[in-house]
């Protein structure tokens, strides 16, 4: 018949070429060593985004680094690394070659403990390049430094050599020096896995765990006092944003006399209509319109350079915050919820913030600190494919990953370093909830990370678990 042949030469093809060229594929890759499958993941990661991205908050991080002029608006300490990865490689390179690198090192050390070398590999790889973990991690943000520098110390605190489980401080060390709220990340890894020697009382062991805590956070947070050369106060947006998301809550209208009032020495722009305009300026999706808004700002403060509000200004705007926030908690409550159902994704954005884009807004100033603009066309595809994946997947979705974190709390009870990774993801989320500007995906990066790594180490414990009581079971019964 005509159409056997072609048939019969395909199943041929099949058979002769195709199968056992994927055996062959199928044994090389299974023969592969461990450091070339790690390789071979982070390796992706650099052709996606090298030099590595860069954002408004990472041009303000190497300006400082190279003006040797360190604000508090971002950790000093972050503007002291780049200060020495710029002097050996100019630009963010390095910066990307260090956060990519712990995260994946500590991924790898992670699964270590369940696995044998290879699959250990392969497993944190596939973490690793797993797209909601992986695409902050091509962006130079204090968030995915912050994650490599966590992870690290995780794994390190659970260690049985004392002298690991101190690096594992030294870890939360500079998690905390790279991110201030990371505090909230930290305190349940510290406080429920370090050990200063095994077989202590519990509340022994506790007490000198919460002892290392508070010194690791002081620690750190007096590095970046002593490294800031001035404050920029950047508390101030963040305390406007939350006055006039109060006030869109509140059900009538303020008089312009009671308001303006309430904002005297505040340098109120705004004269008329003061409540209408507050009402139209606000949106849990971003606080820059309040501040930034071609037309109709309230306030004009800095949210980078060197210039920081005047003093009589910052405590008018302090005496403003305390007395709305007092007056009105329940409408203050309500654009705080707002805010975080914005972050969770929940609202109307998707994961804003998971894609830094690649062109630039202001090309000169990458021009003035010599850094390229140029992409190349792998780069720009990549790019498309995981947009395409935030817009049409609801992988990136927040709020899906606060629900499995919570389901595996209950699992999670009799295991101490599940327990305490649960609870950084979630605790640093839970920061959110007061602190967050804008729904930026990065900032709940760390619980996306905690909760598939958790999900892993607690689904391969149960699985090993009720396989061996199968087998006992069968064993008894053969016996």
């Known amino acids: 018949m005509p159409g056997t042949w072609p048939a019969v030469a395909k199943v041929c093809y099949s058979a002769?070429?195709?199968?056992?060229?994927?055996?062959?594929?199928?044994?090389?890759?299974?023969?592969?060593?461990?450091?070339?499958?790690?390789?071979a993941g982070w390796l992706y990661l650099i052709v996606y985004a090298f030099p590595g991205i860069m954002t408004q908050d990472s041009f303000d991080h190497l300006r400082e680094a190279r003006d040797r002029l360190y604000s508090d608006g971002h950790p000093p300490a972050i503007n002291l690394l780049w200060k020495i990865c710029d002097y050996i490689v100019a630009g963010p390179f390095l910066m990307l070659v260090i956060q990519s690198s712990c995260i994946l090192a500590g991924l790898y050390l992670v699964m270590r403990r369940l696995f044998d070398p290879r699959p250990a590999a392969w497993i944190a790889t596939a973490v690793f390049v797993f797209p909601p973990v992986m695409v902050p991690f091509a962006v130079i943000w204090k968030d995915p430094l912050m994650a490599g520098f966590l992870m690290l110390g995780f794994v390190a605190l659970l260690s049985p050599r004392r002298g690991i489980r101190i690096l594992g401080l030294v870890s939360m060390f500079c998690a905390t020096s790279v991110r201030y709220n990371a505090i909230a990340a930290t305190l349940p890894l510290v406080v429920l896995l370090f050990e200063w020697q095994p077989g202590l009382h519990w509340l022994k062991r506790y007490a000198i765990a919460a002892i290392a805590w508070v010194v690791v956070t002081l620690s750190a947070f007096q590095l970046n006092a002593r490294l800031a050369d001035h404050k920029l106060e950047l508390w101030s947006s963040i305390a406007v944003f939350d006055i006039v998301g109060t006030l869109a809550f509140v059900d009538e209208d303020i008089p312009d006399p009671e308001l303006e009032k309430l904002f005297e020495g505040t340098d109120?722009?705004?004269?008329?209509?003061?409540?209408?305009?507050?009402r139209y300026l606000y949106t849990p999706k971003d606080f820059l319109p309040v501040t930034n808004h071609p037309t109709r700002t309230m306030w004009s403060l800095p949210i980078n350079g060197y210039t920081p509000p005047p003093e009589p200004q910052l405590k008018a705007i302090a005496r403003a915050w305390k007395q709305t926030l007092s007056s009105y908690p329940v409408a203050y409550a309500k654009h705080r919820i707002s805010v975080m159902a914005e972050v969770v994704g929940l609202g109307e954005v998707r994961?804003?913030?998971?894609?830094?884009?690649?062109?630039?807004?202001?090309?000169?100033?990458?021009?003035?600190?010599?850094?390229?603009?140029?992409?190349?066309?792998?780069?720009?595809?990549?790019?498309?494919?995981?947009?395409?994946?935030?817009?049409?997947?609801?992988?990136?979705?927040?709020?899906?990953?606060?629900?499995?974190?919570?389901?595996?709390l209950p699992l999670a009870l009799r295991q101490r370093d599940v327990l305490a990774l649960l609870l950084s993801g979630l605790g640093l989320e839970t920061t959110l909830l007061l602190l967050a500007p804008s729904p930026d995906y990065r900032y709940s990066h760390w619980l996306v990370i905690c909760t598939i790594t958790s999900a892993i180490i607690l689904g391969v414990r149960r699985y090993r678990a009720s396989k061996s009581v199968r087998v006992a079971s069968k064993h008894d019964r053969v016996g």
């Open 16 to 39: 002769v070429v195709v199968r056992p060229l994927a055996r062959r594929i199928g044994r090389r890759l299974a023969s592969l060593p461990p450091w070339s499958i790690l390789l």
């Open 268 to 278: 109120l722009l705004v004269h008329t209509n003061i409540h209408g305009v507050a």
């Open 351 to 408: 994961a804003s913030g998971a894609i830094a884009k690649r062109d630039f807004r202001w090309p000169e100033q990458a021009h003035q600190m010599g850094l390229g603009t140029g992409w190349s066309r792998t780069q720009r595809a990549l790019t498309r494919a995981y947009v395409f994946i935030v817009r049409h997947t609801p992988i990136f979705t927040v709020w899906m990953y606060i629900v499995v974190a919570l389901l595996l």
